[in-house]
């Protein structure tokens, strides 16, 4: 079963709008990452938020943490078109492990 | 650093035929793993090593083996590939204690099975 879970499966906004997705998961965790992948790449890692965080911030990444509704959300302010990628977020599958599982992610695209 | 790298980008297979896909990574992880992503679908952890000379299954370990004997490399081997294993294959690393959280991927391999 996943423990990470995207919404919406895409998104397609224009330059300059601000994006957002969410993730639901399904069991206690200690945290919870938000990864990037373009196109025919890899995974990249955005951002990890704990399970005592309620709110984090990089550049123009806010990532919220609900852990009584068991949700994340991930916002990009200001989008521009490098920033169409799919975004995943992962959750680890004990509560103290390094095995990850992820979301189906979610496809955006920033149209210029 | 290169971080984490994959050969070979590319491959083509028969069915029956095997291959050995290899993960290199410079920044002295502890914790490998692999995984294979199928369109539409997140990662699916295959198997992963938590040291050299271990290795454990994942979640869909079926029809795959590995082997970590230096703490660099990571290969993920296909004995008789079957057409269900065409997907893309990712490696990735991370260190131990809590960093071990953040995974560091490479760029992938694109395995076709015919």
């Known amino acids: 079963s996943q423990q990470g879970e995207e919404d919406p499966q895409a998104l397609s906004i224009q330059e300059g709008e601000n994006a957002t997705m969410n993730c639901s998961y399904k069991?206690?965790?200690?945290?919870l990452q938000w990864y990037r992948q373009n196109s025919g790449r890899g995974l990249v890692h955005l951002i990890l938020i704990r399970s005592n965080e309620r709110e984090k911030h990089s550049g123009r990444l806010r990532v919220t943490l609900d852990t009584s509704k068991k949700s994340s959300s991930l916002l990009i302010t200001a989008s521009r078109a490098a920033d169409t990628a799919s975004y995943f977020c992962a959750a680890p599958k004990e509560t103290s492990g390094s095995r990850l599982t992820f979301g189906e992610g979610t496809q955006l695209t920033v149209n210029p | 650093n290169a971080g984490v790298t994959q050969t070979p980008k590319f491959r083509v297979l028969k069915t029956g035929q095997s291959m050995t896909l290899l993960c290199a990574q410079d920044?002295?992880?502890?914790?490998m793993y692999w995984y294979r992503q199928d369109p539409g679908m997140g990662l699916r952890l295959i198997h992963y090593s938590v040291g050299e000379g271990t290795t454990a299954k994942g979640e869909v370990p079926d029809g795959y083996n590995v082997s970590r004997l230096k703490k660099q490399n990571f290969l993920l081997g296909l004995e008789s590939a079957a057409p269900s294993q065409t997907s893309v294959y990712f490696c990735a690393s991370s260190y131990t204690g809590t960093s071990r959280e953040t995974q560091y991927f490479g760029p992938g391999t694109r395995l076709l099975v015919l």
């Open positions: 069991t206690s965790i200690n945290n």
């Open positions: 920044m002295n992880h502890e914790y």
